[in-house]
């Protein structure tokens, strides 16, 4: 079964912390993505990836940094949290434009910041 | 730049219902890809179904069938006799072939079916 894994299903951090919110998918996609979810505001793209070591902004970046040092790993970074970082974190990864089965996303990060 | 509209934020419906989702997408590219998620109260999202812009032939999957019509933007969701585990959030989501697969959602639905 083809997975995308999420390091943690919860984390709770203080304010001021730089947070790493690692994941792994396991089906040699090209494109990795970190979206979060806020209620009424759906989910919105932080940052994306489509190669190794490269990464595009999304429409919320900031505040955030990724790395993309191998192909099956994407972090997200939150280089110094603050409360209104406090969210639902998903990733998701899949072939160019979601061919074979769509975008896959991992179960999520419930951040809380205090 | 895409968009993706759901103006729909909650829907509530009694068991057996059908009961369709509405989706409405901006777009300035000709090839484009949309895509609707369905996600249950544990939180993952779901891959429902996945269509190109050249394709608009309308789909079946068991109880579950998509509208795609070009002319009006919109690519809406029908449940057919729903039952209370479709109760989910269900998200569109559109992706443009020149914005390097970056996936756009809309606000999502809050489905509720009551038995």
């Known amino acids: 079964d083809v997975k995308v894994t999420q390091s943690s299903r919860y984390l709770v951090k203080r304010t001021g912390e730089k947070v790493f919110l690692e994941c792994v998918q396991d089906?040699?996609?090209?494109?990795m993505f970190w979206y979060r979810q806020d209620p009424g505001l759906g989910l919105r793209l932080i940052y994306f990836?489509?190669?190794?070591?490269?990464?595009e902004k999304g429409d919320i970046p900031e505040g955030y940094s990724v790395s993309r040092e191998k192909k099956e790993r994407f972090s997200l970074i939150l280089e110094s949290a603050s409360t209104n970082q406090t969210s639902m974190y998903l990733c998701?990864?899949?072939?160019?434009?979601?061919?074979?089965?769509?975008?896959?996303f991992g179960s999520g990060t419930r951040l809380t910041v205090v | 730049a895409q968009k993706v509209t759901q103006a729909q934020t909650e829907i509530s419906v009694v068991e057996k219902e059908d009961v369709t989702l509405d989706c409405v997408y901006e777009?300035?590219?000709?090839?484009?890809?949309l895509f609707w998620y369905k996600q249950p109260p544990s939180g993952e999202l779901v891959f429902l179904i996945r269509?190109?812009?050249?394709?608009?032939q309308n789909e079946i999957s068991g109880r579950y069938s998509w509208n795609f019509q070009k002319s009006t933007s919109s690519f809406n969701f029908t449940i057919t006799a729903s039952q209370v585990v479709d109760s989910a959030v269900y998200f569109c989501?559109?992706?443009?072939?020149?914005?390097?697969?970056?996936?756009?959602f809309g606000e999502g639905t809050q489905l509720t079916v009551n038995p």
């Open positions: 998701a990864s899949s072939f160019p434009h979601g061919q074979n089965y769509g975008y896959t």
């Open positions: 089906m040699d996609h090209e494109n």
């Open positions: 990836s489509y190669d190794v070591k490269m990464k």
């Open positions: 777009t300035r590219d000709t090839t484009y890809y």
């Open positions: 269509r190109n812009s050249f394709d608009e």
């Open positions: 989501a559109l992706s443009e072939e020149t914005s390097g697969s970056r996936l756009t």
